[in-house]
């Protein structure tokens, strides 16, 4: 096997540096720090962070990812939940002057109200190495915050990455690709082993960039209506999308048939099938809308 040398000294740097301040890790947080440089740099080049862009950093960590933001953002502000990291990220940022730490947890921030550190730049860009065991309500909250997002480049566990990204019809197509597909890009943009992070999670990890459009993929009446039929549809997902849709909606069957056919979907197929366009066609079509 490959030695890695970037992660072999970052880690060595990095472990001296929590011991010196006495820091444990905490695993109920996700707590793996990325040590890999190249990691590092890969990550930043996706976002393509200007100089006069914000960076919203979820879960800073012992600062691998911030002081490199700062160096090229006008602003950086870094949310993260465990206060035992602040005097080693008040160490390692003493001498940023454009980076504001709040420690919190990120979902209990009201982002309206954080969006203004960020008036004087063009664009904000999400940075995160993500917590993997909230990654999806992370993922949502973004999306449903009502701020203006560019990109979110975002680590995430490699199955997540691949059901963010995935085509219609396979195994890794799902509620979350449709929800998330719906308002944005999805791009993969690097694998990364578990050997780039201290302590090494148990997992494949990949970043993924999410372009967030203006205005969603497909024409959409009612947001909510959508939601709910793409989440019928999957939850039971070896059904037809005739039984999934009626199971998941309570509707009656020739309600739910005379509706597919109206969109021109075989009853028999399953949701897994569909398309985003397709899903955005029947929900159109679902009572309720005009
Ligand atoms: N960004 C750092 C890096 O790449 O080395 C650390 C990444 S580590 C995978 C995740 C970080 O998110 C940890 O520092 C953890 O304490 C923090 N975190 C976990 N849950 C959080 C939450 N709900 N809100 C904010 N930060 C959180």
């Known amino acids: ?58 879960g800073p960590g012992a600062g691998a990812m911030t002081t490199k933001l700062a160096d ?16 080693i990220l008040d160490e390692r940022l003493a001498d940023r002057n454009n980076v504001e730490l709040i420690f919190a947890d990120v979902l209990d921030l009201d ?28 993922l949502f909250f973004l999306l449903e915050a009502g701020v203006p997002i560019e990109t979110m480049i975002l680590m995430v566990q490699k199955e997540v990455a691949d059901r963010l990204a995935a085509p219609p019809g396979g195994k890794d197509y799902g509620a979350l690709t449709v929800s998330v597909q719906y308002r944005c890009d999805v791009e993969k943009v690097a694998h990364v082993s578990p050997g780039s992070f201290v302590p090494s999670p148990g997992v494949e990890s990949t970043v993924v960039r999410l372009r967030v459009r203006r205005d969603p993929k497909v024409r959409v009446v009612d947001d909510g209506q959508f939601h709910r039929i793409v ?27 005379e509706l597919l056919s109206q969109a021109e979907i075989v009853a028999t197929r399953r949701g897994e099938t569909l398309s985003l366009q397709e899903f955005a066609d029947l929900a159109n079509l679902f009572p309720g809308n005009p």
């Open 111 to 138: 982002l309206s109200k954080v969006w203004p550190a960020f008036v004087d730049c063009e664009s904000v860009h999400v940075i995160a190495n993500l917590p993997y065991y909230i990654t999806t309500p992370i």
């Open 231 to 257: 989440k019928a549809a999957f939850a039971l997902r070896r059904k037809t999308i005739l039984n999934a849709l009626c199971a998941g909606l309570g509707m009656r069957k020739e309600e739910v048939a």
């Open 1 to 58: 096997m490959t030695k890695n040398r970037d992660a072999d000294s970052g880690n060595t740097g990095m472990r001296a540096m929590l011991a010196r301040h006495g820091f444990r890790f905490k695993k109920q947080l996700g707590q793996n720090f990325l040590v890999d440089e190249n990691v590092v740099k890969k990550i930043i080049a996706a976002a393509d962070v200007g100089s006069c862009d914000g960076v919203f950093e979820i």
């Open 72 to 87: 090229i953002a006008r602003r950086v502000v870094a949310v993260e939940k465990d206060r035992g990291l602040m005097p």
